[in-house]
């Protein structure tokens, strides 16, 4: 199981990586993996190749987080298939980002990095000490957090934007809460509520039969049927960590399946539901979903605060902790406007950083209007509002662009700042002190609405990403002969 360090993404998902915190032991003794293809070709992935010595290291290092966390391991021919599709998968997502034109700086995995310790309320030398106790090396470390950094802004740039939470939707959520607190108690095993009462954490795991964009309804029937087999082998009392690492389409797979944990309303709806009524240590029914059939194991229920490891999605709310119960909460707010350039294969950090000094010269010196020139150059949403973000509460912005705006006077233009966004120009109008308790109370449902949401979209673009590429698996083709001869 991932470390509790280590960033999540979302949520949503959110959320399974390559390598756990703990996973980096000893060589467990190999496997005896098939030979190696002629041509030293594993998979093609668009215009891209995964060779065999790829696979090959992969596959010993899957070997070691299995052995890590004491699951069962596959037959070396199916823990080979699921690496390489891992692999396939991680190839998708880096082109997609290369795309985009996302890169990871050193800098931006250090501030990720200040991030989590300040959230486990550690220092980072302490949170490296505790990384390097578990088995991992600092710098392993660093290339996990790299990438979950880059999957955070390529699931910024193609999904946030499109999940909207509504006033109503906040409405009923916050209503359905106080049912929750109100009621004399809830069945035993009923999902727990973490916004405005006591937070409860859910860890979950889950099996997961894709079912690819365009399948038949013969071909959707079959993978049910595959689903249901499952089930019945998991009540029957085989593993499921090893029935995941060897059967689930799920990027946690080779995880045991395990999805991580998080408070009980950051879990997608689906799965909420679909766990209301389990214990601990038992398995849901099998559910569907638009990625597949799903079989989720209730791995535990703890009451408080889940570890709050994950870095702080864009644009969600951050900021400290506050009363739900009514209690005046006074904050300062800030009234301000931006010009974002995104950086993208034809706009690097450095044209984008010069393309806004360049506007502020002009407001400073030429005395333009901020709003027009947001008008003309902003690639934010609010540029047709001349860059208008109406009154800010602490924790609304990320940190990058929160800091650089705090120490602006009213009035006060910024010098180019970056965050994971791209290159902001900041000018503060002005500020105002607001009781923020109802706010703050809104605030957290909006981001549990929004948790529940993202990490299932995210996870279906993947998919329709897989689906739509180019992919020649040549050790399935591979395989394939051999059955047939």
């Known amino acids: 199981m991932r470390s509790a360090l280590h960033l999540s993404r979302l949520a949503l998902a959110s959320a399974a990586l390559a390598l756990s915190a703990g996973a980096v032991a000893q060589p467990a003794p190999a496997a005896s993996a098939p030979s190696p293809v002629v041509d030293g070709i594993a998979a093609v992935v668009d215009k891209s190749v995964i060779t065999w010595s790829e696979l090959q290291a992969a596959t010993r290092q899957a070997e070691r987080e299995l052995a890590q966390q004491n699951i ?105 809460q106080e049912a929750r607190r109100g009621s004399a108690g809830s069945p035993r095993g009923a999902a727990p509520t973490a916004v405005g009462g006591a937070p409860t954490s859910l860890a979950l795991a889950q099996i997961l039969v894709r079912v690819p964009e365009g399948s038949t309804p013969d071909q959707v029937a079959a993978l049910r049927k595959k689903a249901d087999d499952l089930l019945a082998r998991v009540r029957g009392g085989e593993d499921f960590a090893a029935l995941a690492a060897s059967s689930s389409d799920g990027p946690e797979a080779l995880q045991g399946g395990a999805m991580g944990e998080r408070a009980a309303d950051g879990w997608p709806d689906l799965f909420l539901n679909a766990t209301a009524n389990v214990q601990a240590g038992q398995v849901s029914e099998v559910i569907q979903s638009g990625n597949g059939f799903h079989i989720v194991r209730v791995v535990s229920r703890s009451g408080g605060s889940s570890n709050a490891s994950a870095a702080p999605a864009p644009g969600a709310p951050q900021g400290p902790t506050g009363p739900a119960d009514g209690t005046p909460m006074p904050v300062t707010q800030t009234h301000a406007r931006h010009i974002l350039i995104k950086t993208s294969a034809v706009m690097s950090d450095e044209q984008a950083r010069q393309r806004l000094e360049q506007v502020r010269q002009r407001i400073v010196q030429g005395g333009e209007s901020f709003a027009d020139l947001a008008r003309r150059y902003s690639n934010d949403a609010s540029a047709p509002q001349g860059g208008e973000l109406g009154w800010l509460s602490p924790g609304q912005t990320v940190p990058d662009f929160e800091r650089a705006m705090d120490a602006l006077p009213p009035d006060g233009i910024s010098e180019p700042i970056q965050s994971q966004f791209g290159w902001h120009l900041i000018q503060v109008i002005e500020r105002r002190t607001q009781d923020m308790a109802d706010e703050y109370r809104r605030m957290q449902a909006r981001q549990a609405l929004f948790e529940r949401r993202a990490g299932p979209a995210f996870e279906e673009f993947l998919d329709q990403l897989q689906d739509r590429a180019y992919i020649d698996n040549r050790l399935e083709r591979r395989e394939r002969l051999e059955q047939s001869l």
């Open 72 to 176: 069962q391991r596959p037959d070396p021919v199916v823990l080979q298939r699921q690496v390489l599709q891992r692999l396939i998968r991680e190839r998708l997502e880096d082109q997609e980002a290369s795309r985009l034109g996302i890169r990871v700086t050193d800098e931006q995995v250090d501030q990720a990095i200040a991030t989590i310790a300040q959230r486990n309320r550690i220092t980072p030398q302490d949170m490296r000490k505790q990384i390097e106790s578990q088995g991992t090396s600092w710098d392993d470390y660093r290339v996990v957090l790299r990438r979950d950094v880059m999957l955070d802004r390529v699931r910024q740039r193609t999904v946030d934007g499109a999940i909207v939470i509504t006033d109503n939707e906040i409405d009923a959520f916050l209503k359905e």
